[in-house]
């Protein structure tokens, strides 16, 4: 007998269901559970955090009654929730199911969320790969002077910082150089001692409820979206050993290519496995290992079978 499984979530309460059919017109509930969690106020949840325990407690829950796994899940909410929640979306999960994390509800909101152009941006016109839409306004282009006195459009296009002879604002774009920011320090310190103390700061600061208690997940949530396009994410999710899983979620994602609606593929080998083979470490360049005569040796998975010749639209 095939069964289903609702979430429903209200504005103070998670409820979950599973149901199957029995006979022509029966319906058998196999197992159910509700849960409270401090809810959604004013056009925002009150408490993310504890809206990710409520629902995982309450599917592992009814989980637990039916003596099955649930293997798909189908979410309702209210009319005045649906702005802030659901259009359509399916997030998988490992098999057999892990336990549910909040990253995995995150992830299904974000891709329910309706999408919504940005008035007058034109996809395309500066013909770019992997365009996605997002922009960051955090830092900007630094320029860099010539000997002449004129400018180059980013410094990374100078031949003393980068070998190389054209000065194209996309293809030789750098940002400017954030050391290391009081959040950043803050973050560090909460994940460090293991308490909310830093994290809170950084919430208070923008006017978002403080967590009640320190996980490895908010963490890492907390840091991915304060410090947002200032380059730290890589060494995070490479320190954290989530590097492979974070890149894997990129496979799919919608994209633009010279204005072309696609989706993000694998280039080359594939993502994971070039993370596989490198550790996320680049090159050292070839000029330098040639002249150390064997003193230096190319750090692993950067041989000729690493390049690749075309891009895969």
């Not at 006979?23 to 004013?42: S, W």
């Not at 974070?246 to 994602?253: P, V, Y």
């Amino acid at each position: 007998m095939k069964h289903a499984t609702v979430l429903d979530i209200g504005s103070s309460k998670v409820v979950s269901m599973c149901a199957g059919r029995v006979g022509k017109d029966g319906l058998a509930v196999h197992g159910a559970d509700v849960r409270a969690y401090e809810g959604y106020c004013a056009g925002r949840i009150v408490n993310t955090a504890d809206l990710h325990r409520a629902i995982g407690e309450s599917l592992m829950a009814t989980q637990r009654e039916c003596g099955f796994k649930l293997r798909e899940v189908s979410i309702s909410v209210p009319a005045p929730f649906t702005k802030v929640f659901i259009g359509t979306g399916m997030q998988e999960f490992s098999s057999p199911p892990k336990r549910i994390t909040g990253e995995d509800i995150d992830m299904l909101i974000n891709i329910s969320l309706p999408k919504e152009e940005m008035e007058g941006y034109a996809y395309g016109a500066d013909s770019q790969m992997e365009e996605t839409g997002l922009w960051q306004k955090k830092v900007m282009a630094t320029t860099a002077y010539k000997n002449d006195g004129s400018l180059y459009n980013t410094f990374s296009s100078a031949p003393e910082y980068y070998n190389s002879t054209a000065d194209n604002f996309q293809l030789g774009h750098e940002t400017d150089l954030i050391v290391i920011r009081y959040a950043d320090i803050l973050l560090m310190h909460s994940e460090l001692s293991e308490t909310t103390t830093g994290i809170n700061q950084v919430r208070a600061r923008v006017g978002l409820n403080p967590i009640g208690s320190y996980s490895l997940g908010a963490l890492q949530k907390e840091r991915r979206y304060e410090l947002a396009f200032e380059g730290l994410r890589w060494g995070d999710i490479r320190r954290w050993g989530i590097a492979e899983s974070a890149l894997g979620k990129l496979i799919g994602q919608p994209i633009y290519n010279r204005g072309i609606a696609t989706t993000m593929k694998n280039q080359g080998a594939g993502v994971v496995a070039r993370y596989q083979a490198t550790n996320g470490f680049m090159p050292l360049p070839s000029s330098e290992v040639d002249l150390s005569k064997g003193a230096l040796k190319q750090n692993p998975g950067w041989g000729t079978d690493a390049l690749y010749s075309s891009w895969a639209d």
